[in-house]
Structures are given as structure tokens and as C-alpha cells.
């Protein structure tokens, strides 16, 4: 007869496809039955954090929820800094977890309801006579409102027999968010004449665009208003033309590129938090700039929106091309409602505005090209060390064109922004940044490469989160194989931290880190490593692209880069820190 957790993991199976996990105590029912009576795929990893790093890099590289498991107690708490990310970033996951018995606490139980709540996760705990039904309402509040759930199974009740498993329903996800009233309508009214009259329309979109399935009709948006584009760094690749688009907006983005934004009159952007790193500390669009905002969230996020519409990305891009088709918006004294935006910024990327009856769209008259160039780097920094901006180029030439790239947080996470190609944001994520974690890199590689297993997964990493991850380097290598790659930036210190607080004259000491080897690291559990320390070294990584996957390595590249060459974005920070 099913027991409990056979009831769990039989009704989870019918909604994902993935678990991730170290089995203990108190889950080892719940992985027996997803083993021997589901079709479900479960893969180890070696510490609990790293369970449900996995599957939120699953989720973002696929779109499908997966699951994390875990025992309880140490199990549990090891999942409380990245399950923090998973809430932060709007990640849906399941994360199934022993919990303490029925009768109350033994010594080593904690609360753990209490734990989750704390860093935004709801727990669900399941009993005999409800497990397949709380298990579908723990998997639809985590897909409602994006969000990781915790579904406990008592230490006494795992084992119990629970009878047939009853049919459950499926999950039901709300309709896409529409505008509604008559404000809302309004304001796309508003927005729609504001795009029609521009002289120079900027449109911006971010990862919620992409889980709404924006692209289609913001590539229609930008065609009909002629408008230049860009993107967050996590939705990068967001827009389907590429020959109008800047590129990452923020920090990451070229100085050229940065400098056009600055030039908009009107932009609208879809999707994207805002956050202070994409608004570059508040200076990403000029004064005059009128800046519209559409996004799920309650209210603007930024104070320099002037006009916001709580609605779905995808339909109200629809709404707005709908609209622009509507000849009464060509109307010339729709222009009038850009007055306020003639204080935008000239750049030296824009031609001179001609008469309006034969203006040239703007995105026609700047050399894009230009303004997205990056700067080349040297094959030596002065301290004869390698330069990662020539190393983050030369890899980009190197890499396999299918390929998923994940990244850890740290300085270095500008080189692969700013220098590696993204064509989809599913094929760019940064787990931890929301949270503004690190070591979470080895992990995203086990679940991106369950995600798209046909797919190059490229880890790019630091050595201070290489470290913190390294018990999960073994299944990063074990799970991708030869469709797995390690770039690790390794400057011998937290980079960020020596840029931030050395250069105030802070003690240095405990910002340093010893000269790891992480080529031997590698080597210790299977994969090839390199140590590249000049541009030549760089070479194998041509020879290995071009070898069959099913018969190389997981490749680990160890960069020994330059600490002194500081990136833009993290320029950008002290300058706000300093």
C-alpha cells in the first residue's frame, strides 16, 4: 500500500520532471518512491544548498518547476540561503523536506515553518489523509506567485500507509494579468500617443517580459515605433532583432550604448524591476526622458516613472501595437506630448533631428555597432597577470554557439555580460544575485544541464565562490560531462571586496585568498583543467569545442586574472560608495 511520501512524490511526478537532492533520515521514503514508482529524473548533489540552486537554474534555463529535497534539521537549514534567492528572484520551485514528528520536537529539530517564513517561503506539511492534495496546492502557489514552496513530511507520518493515491487535479495558474479600469486604459492611451509622437523611442525589457512571452509582439513594438532596444542583464536577448539593439542596460552595458539611452525622449520598459543597477544608480535616462513602466508589481518600482500599468508584458505590448495601428494617433498634435522630453541629452552616436515630416527613424542614423563596443583589454594587465577583458573576448570566440551560461555573484560577473553573447534569456542566469549571494555556480551547472541537456552549460565563476560551492564541483562535472565547462576568474582575493574597501584603505588581509588550483580541483573528480595564465593558453578550449562531447571532459579553465582591472559596473559603485 503507498505510503505518504509515495503519495508526495507520485503526485509531484505528474507536474515535474526533476529532483535534486541528498537524501537523509528524513526523506529517504520520499526518494525511494520517486526512484522505484516515478519516471521522474533524480540527481545528488553534494550539499543541500546546492539542491535547490539546481533546481532554480532549472526552472530559468527551461521554464518547468523542479523540485529540492532535503532531510530536516542541518538538511534544512543548508537550503536557507539559496531558497532566500529563489524568493528574491521569483523562482517556482518545490522544495520537499523532513520535518519534526507529529508528537513535537527532539532536540535537534528546529522550527522550520518559522525558518522559511523568514526568508519569504511558505511551508505546507502534509499528513495521512491529505498528501496528494496538499502536494497540488503547495505546486500551484509556487507557479501563481512565483515563488519557491516548502512541502514537509513529518519524521512519523513518512512511512505511514496512505492508501490508494486519489486522482488530483491539475494546478490552476491565473490568466496572464490584464489592464484593467479605466486609469489603465488610459495610460496606455497615454503611452501609445508618447511612442507615437517620439523622435527618439527607447523600449527596455527585463526577465518578466521573457516569462510572458513578450518577444514576439515587443519585436512588433519596436518595429512599429522605430524604437531603439536593450534589456536587463537577466533578460538579456529579450528582443528578436538584434541589428537595433544596445545590448544590457545598467552597469554592464557600454559606455556608447549608455550614452543613446541618455539621448531617448520616451522609453517604456516591460518587465524590469529597475533595480539600482540597471538605472545605473539613477542616471540611465536623462531628465527630460519621460519613462513609462509596465510590470506585474503593485506600483512603480522606480521613483523616475512617470506613468505605470500593472499588466502583463506580453499583453500589453499587444494593447500597444494595437493602438499604434490606430490612424487617429498619427495625428501631429500627438507629438505635443513629448514637450517635456526636448531636455534629453545629445550623444556623439546621433545624427542632428530633421524635419519631422522626413525624419529618418533614430534608430536608422546611429552606428550601434559603435556605441555597443567594449574595450579590447590587453594580453597583460601591468602586474603581468592576465586581462580579463581580453580573456572574457577571446572566450566568446571560442565558446560553442549552443550554449547555456550560468554564473555565480562576484567582480567578475561584468566579463560575461559584458563581452559573452546571450541570444535568449534562458540561456543567461545569475543565481544568487537577487540575494546578492555568492557560491552558488557549481550547482546552476547540475540543474541547467538537466534543463537543456542537448546544450554547452558554461559555468563562469570567482574563485572566492568557487571555493564556497566546491563540494558541488563534483556534480557539476558528473552531471554535464562533455557539455560542461568551468571558467574561473581567479584573482586571488574577493575582488569585489578589495575594490569596495581596500581602495578606502580597509585591511586587506581577510579580502585575500591563497593562490588556489583549481585545474587540480577539477582534475581530482574527473573533469580536464587548464590553468591559463596567457591568451595561447586559451587554445584548448578551441580544441576541445571541436571535440564530440560524449568522448571529452568537462573542461575547468583557470584564469589567473588581474585584480586591478576593475570593471565599469563595479566602477560605478564605489563611485556611489566612495
Same mark, same amino acid.
Given at each position: 500500500?503507498?505510503?505518504?511520501?509515495? #503519495?508526495?512524490?507520485?503526485?509531484?511526478?505528474? #507536474?515535474?520532471?526533476?529532483?535534486?537532492?541528498?537524501?537523509?533520515?528524513?526523506?529517504?521514503?520520499?526518494?525511494?518512491?520517486?526512484?522505484?514508482?516515478?519516471?521522474?529524473?533524480?540527481?545528488?548533489?553534494?550539499?543541500?544548498?546546492?539542491?535547490?540552486?539546481?533546481?532554480?537554474?532549472?526552472?530559468?534555463?527551461?521554464?518547468?518547476?523542479?523540485?529540492?529535497?532535503?532531510?530536516?534539521?542541518?538538511?534544512?537549514?543548508?537550503?536557507?540561503?539559496?531558497?532566500?534567492?529563489?524568493?528574491?528572484?521569483?523562482?517556482?520551485?518545490?522544495?520537499?523536506?523532513?520535518?519534526?514528528?507529529?508528537?513535537?520536537?527532539?532536540?535537534?529539530?528546529?522550527?522550520?515553518?518559522?525558518?522559511?517564513?523568514?526568508?519569504?517561503?511558505?511551508?505546507?506539511?502534509?499528513?495521512?489523509?491529505?498528501?496528494?492534495?496538499?502536494?497540488?496546492?503547495?505546486?500551484?502557489?509556487?507557479?501563481?506567485?512565483?515563488?519557491?514552496?516548502?512541502?514537509?513530511?513529518?519524521?512519523?507520518?513518512?512511512?505511514?500507509?496512505?492508501?490508494?493515491?486519489?486522482?488530483?487535479?491539475?494546478?490552476?495558474?491565473?490568466?496572464?494579468?490584464?489592464?484593467?479600469?479605466?486609469?489603465?486604459?488610459? =495610460?496606455?492611451?497615454?503611452?501609445?500617443?508618447?511612442?507615437?509622437?517620439?523622435?527618439?523611442?527607447?523600449?527596455?525589457?527585463?526577465?518578466?517580459?521573457?516569462?510572458?512571452?513578450?518577444?514576439?509582439?515587443?519585436?512588433?513594438?519596436?518595429?512599429?515605433?522605430?524604437?531603439?532596444?536593450?534589456?536587463?542583464?537577466?533578460?538579456?536577448?529579450?528582443?528578436?532583432?538584434?541589428?537595433?539593439?544596445?545590448?544590457?542596460?545598467?552597469?554592464?552595458?557600454?559606455?556608447?550604448?549608455?550614452?543613446?539611452?541618455?539621448?531617448?525622449?520616451?522609453?517604456?520598459?516591460?518587465?524590469?524591476?529597475?533595480?539600482?543597477?540597471?538605472?545605473?544608480?539613477?542616471?540611465?535616462?536623462?531628465?527630460?526622458?519621460?519613462?513609462?513602466?509596465?510590470?506585474?508589481?503593485?506600483?512603480?518600482?522606480?521613483?523616475?516613472?512617470?506613468?505605470?500599468?500593472?499588466?502583463?508584458?506580453?499583453?500589453?505590448?499587444?494593447?500597444?501595437?494595437?493602438?499604434?495601428?490606430?490612424?487617429?494617433?498619427?495625428?501631429?498634435?500627438?507629438?505635443?506630448?513629448?514637450?517635456?522630453?526636448?531636455?534629453?541629452?545629445?550623444?556623439?552616436?546621433?545624427?542632428?533631428?530633421?524635419?519631422?515630416?522626413?525624419?529618418?527613424?533614430?534608430?536608422?542614423?546611429?552606428?550601434?555597432?559603435?556605441?555597443?563596443?567594449?574595450?579590447?583589454?590587453?594580453?597583460?594587465?601591468?602586474?603581468?597577470?592576465?586581462?580579463?577583458?581580453?580573456?572574457?573576448?577571446?572566450?566568446?570566440?571560442?565558446?560553442?554557439?549552443?550554449?547555456?551560461?550560468?554564473?555565480?555573484?562576484?567582480?567578475?560577473?561584468?566579463?560575461?555580460?559584458?563581452?559573452?553573447?546571450?541570444?535568449?534569456?534562458?540561456? =543567461?542566469?545569475?543565481?544568487?544575485?537577487?540575494?546578492?549571494?555568492?557560491?552558488?555556480?557549481?550547482?546552476?551547472?547540475?540543474?541547467?544541464?538537466?534543463?537543456?541537456?542537448?546544450?554547452?552549460?558554461?559555468?563562469?565563476?570567482?574563485?572566492?565562490?568557487?571555493?564556497?560551492?566546491?563540494?558541488?564541483?563534483?556534480?557539476?562535472?558528473?552531471?554535464?560531462?562533455?557539455?560542461?565547462?568551468?571558467?574561473?576568474?581567479?584573482?586571488?582575493?574577493?575582488?569585489?571586496?578589495?575594490?569596495?574597501?581596500?581602495?578606502?584603505?580597509?585591511?586587506?588581509?581577510?579580502?585575500?585568498?591563497?593562490?588556489?588550483?583549481?585545474?587540480?580541483?577539477?582534475?581530482?573528480?574527473?573533469?580536464?583543467?587548464?590553468?591559463?595564465?596567457?591568451?595561447?593558453?586559451?587554445?584548448?578550449?578551441?580544441?576541445?569545442?571541436?571535440?564530440?562531447?560524449?568522448?571529452?571532459?568537462?573542461?575547468?579553465?583557470?584564469?589567473?586574472?588581474?585584480?586591478?582591472?576593475?570593471?565599469?559596473?563595479?566602477?560605478?559603485?564605489?563611485?556611489?560608495?566612495?
Amino acid at each position: 500500500m503507498p505510503t505518504v511520501s509515495a #503519495h508526495v512524490a507520485l503526485t509531484l511526478a505528474q #507536474h515535474i520532471d526533476h529532483v535534486f537532492g541528498v537524501m537523509g533520515n528524513g526523506n529517504a521514503y520520499f526518494l525511494d518512491a520517486i526512484e522505484t514508482q516515478t519516471d521522474a529524473v533524480f540527481t545528488a548533489v553534494r550539499h543541500e544548498q546546492g539542491a535547490v540552486v539546481a533546481a532554480d537554474a532549472h526552472f530559468r534555463a527551461s521554464g518547468r518547476i523542479a523540485a529540492a529535497t532535503a532531510t530536516y534539521g542541518a538538511g534544512f537549514t543548508n537550503t536557507l540561503t539559496s531558497l532566500a534567492e529563489a524568493v528574491q528572484a521569483h523562482v517556482p520551485l518545490v522544495l520537499v523536506v523532513g520535518d519534526e514528528p507529529t508528537s513535537g520536537p527532539r532536540p535537534w529539530d528546529v522550527d522550520q515553518i518559522a525558518l522559511a517564513s523568514a526568508v519569504g517561503a511558505r511551508t505546507y506539511t502534509t499528513g495521512r489523509a491529505d498528501a496528494a492534495a496538499t502536494t497540488v496546492i503547495a505546486i500551484e502557489h509556487a507557479l501563481t506567485y512565483r515563488v519557491p514552496v516548502v512541502l514537509a513530511i513529518p519524521y512519523d507520518v513518512a512511512a505511514l500507509e496512505a492508501g490508494p493515491v486519489p486522482a488530483s487535479p491539475e494546478p490552476r495558474v491565473p490568466a496572464p494579468l490584464s489592464p484593467k479600469g479605466e486609469f489603465a486604459d488610459g =495610460m496606455l492611451d497615454e503611452i501609445a500617443a508618447a511612442l507615437a509622437g517620439a523622435e527618439r523611442p527607447f523600449l527596455l525589457a527585463g526577465r518578466g517580459a521573457w516569462l510572458a512571452g513578450a518577444s514576439e509582439a515587443l519585436g512588433e513594438l519596436a518595429e512599429t515605433t522605430g524604437a531603439l532596444t536593450a534589456s536587463s542583464a537577466l533578460g538579456r536577448g529579450v528582443f528578436p532583432d538584434t541589428r537595433y539593439d544596445l545590448g544590457v542596460a545598467g552597469g554592464f552595458g557600454a559606455d556608447g550604448a549608455m550614452a543613446l539611452v541618455r539621448e531617448a525622449d520616451v522609453a517604456v520598459v516591460f518587465g524590469a524591476s529597475l533595480n539600482q543597477f540597471t538605472m545605473r544608480f539613477g542616471e540611465l535616462f536623462a531628465p527630460g526622458t519621460r519613462v513609462f513602466q509596465i510590470d506585474v508589481a503593485p506600483a512603480a518600482t522606480h521613483p523616475h516613472v512617470g506613468g505605470f500599468v500593472r499588466a502583463d508584458a506580453r499583453v500589453a505590448a499587444q494593447a500597444l501595437v494595437a493602438r499604434l495601428a490606430d490612424p487617429s494617433l498619427r495625428l501631429a498634435d500627438a507629438r505635443s506630448v513629448q514637450a517635456t522630453g526636448s531636455g534629453a541629452q545629445k550623444s556623439e552616436w546621433v545624427a542632428e533631428p530633421v524635419e519631422a515630416s522626413q525624419r529618418t527613424p533614430w534608430r536608422e542614423t546611429v552606428d550601434i555597432a559603435a556605441a555597443r563596443t567594449y574595450p579590447e583589454g590587453d594580453a597583460l594587465a601591468p602586474d603581468g597577470r592576465l586581462d580579463p577583458r581580453s580573456a572574457a573576448r577571446r572566450i566568446a570566440e571560442l565558446l560553442p554557439e549552443d550554449r547555456v551560461v550560468v554564473s555565480d555573484g562576484g567582480h567578475f560577473i561584468g566579463w560575461a555580460n559584458m563581452y559573452w553573447p546571450v541570444a535568449a534569456p534562458d540561456r =543567461m542566469m545569475m543565481v544568487g544575485t537577487a540575494f546578492q549571494s555568492i557560491g552558488q555556480g557549481w550547482p546552476s551547472v547540475v540543474g541547467a544541464t538537466r534543463a537543456r541537456p542537448e546544450s554547452t552549460v558554461v559555468l563562469t565563476s570567482g574563485d572566492g565562490g568557487g571555493l564556497m560551492a566546491i563540494p558541488d564541483l563534483e556534480s557539476a562535472v558528473r552531471a554535464a560531462g562533455g557539455r560542461g565547462c568551468a571558467v574561473v576568474w581567479n584573482d586571488a582575493a574577493y575582488g569585489a571586496e578589495v575594490n569596495l574597501y581596500g581602495l578606502k584603505g580597509l585591511a586587506e588581509g581577510p579580502m585575500m585568498i591563497p593562490q588556489v588550483d583549481f585545474a587540480a580541483f577539477g582534475e581530482a573528480v574527473g573533469a580536464e583543467g587548464v590553468v591559463v595564465r596567457t591568451l595561447d593558453d586559451l587554445e584548448r578550449l578551441a580544441s576541445w569545442a571541436a571535440e564530440d562531447p560524449a568522448s571529452r571532459r568537462f573542461l575547468v579553465l583557470d584564469l589567473r586574472i588581474s585584480g586591478r582591472v576593475i570593471a565599469p559596473y563595479q566602477q560605478e559603485i564605489i563611485r556611489v560608495n566612495s
